[in-house]
């Protein structure tokens, strides 16, 4: 994390220049949020249902590293009290995120973010076309195309038979799971992500990815635009009702990255 000169506290007019708290210290307000990123469950179902065989190749691969990552219990008060001090910055400049912790501000950027992850940055490549689509959602997952949700996925990954299946085409599911589950990090309810299965299954191509610009992406508009509105919205709920004490939302993407860079 990188650290400089303190921000401007108050600004005397409402705009949100850079260098400029985004939310007045006086609009605060409480937050409960919850995690979307399913690090802790995925990491364990990997190491459950995997063979040793399987288990060795997917740690020798581009995610392996997660396996001996400490998993940490999400803290929504942390994660809360760090939006409320996110400082404007050029939306031009996608590749940042300054906070102001105590007298410092505190940047978070996409070199950091590699940095931490493990995970590699770069331009992203489109892949060719795969002469065999959906091949792993038709042999493992009964050919779903509509109705997977992600918390459906996580019960077929549970109920696969890896001892039986092909070693290649374990890794290649692991793989997506911790892709789809951990680092796009999306509500139960969202759908599979059937074009990254899809992807996998050119496993070379799939390792070149950039997942760490990638990931980036997902985190950085998740944590930018997370309290947009919220605190009017807080504020307008409290006018209706008194007893509203509290502003619910979601963070999305590899939150378990960002509480472990602090």
């Not at 809360?80 to 940047?107: D, P, S, Y």
Request: net charge positive; with cysteine.
């Amino acid at each position: 994390m990188a650290k400089t000169k303190l921000a401007k506290r108050n600004p005397p007019e409402p705009g949100k220049e850079p260098g400029v708290m985004k939310l007045y210290f006086n609009d605060h307000f409480p937050g409960r949020i919850s995690e979307t990123s399913k690090f802790k469950k995925v990491i364990a179902a990997i190491q459950c249902k995997l063979t040793r065989k399987q288990l060795s190749l997917f740690r020798s691969d581009v995610f392996g590293h997660f396996l001996d990552l400490g998993s940490y219990n999400f803290s929504g008060v942390i994660f809360h009290n760090l939006l409320l001090r996110q400082v404007a910055h050029k939306e031009t400049n996608k590749n940042q995120l300054w906070f102001q912790i105590g007298e410092h501000l505190v940047r978070l950027s996409i070199g950091e973010w590699c940095l931490i992850t493990g995970l590699s940055n770069g331009p992203n490549v489109e892949p060719k076309k795969l002469k065999t689509q959906h091949r792993l959602l038709n042999k493992y997952f009964g050919g779903r195309f509509k109705d997977l949700t992600l918390k459906q996925l996580d019960a077929r990954f549970f109920a696969l038979k890896f001892r039986a299946m092909d070693d290649t085409d374990a890794l290649k599911i692991a793989l997506y799971y911790f892709a789809d589950r951990v680092l796009k990090g999306r509500k139960d309810h969202s759908q599979a992500d059937f074009q990254l299965m899809n992807h996998v299954d050119d496993i070379d191509h799939f390792r070149s990815r950039p997942w760490g610009r990638l990931s980036w992406e997902i985190i950085y508009d998740s944590l930018n635009n997370a309290l947009n509105q919220k605190a009017n919205k807080f504020k307008m709920e409290r006018l209706k009702d008194p007893s509203h004490n509290i502003e619910k939302y979601n963070i999305y993407g590899f939150s378990h990255g960002v509480q472990v860079s602090w």
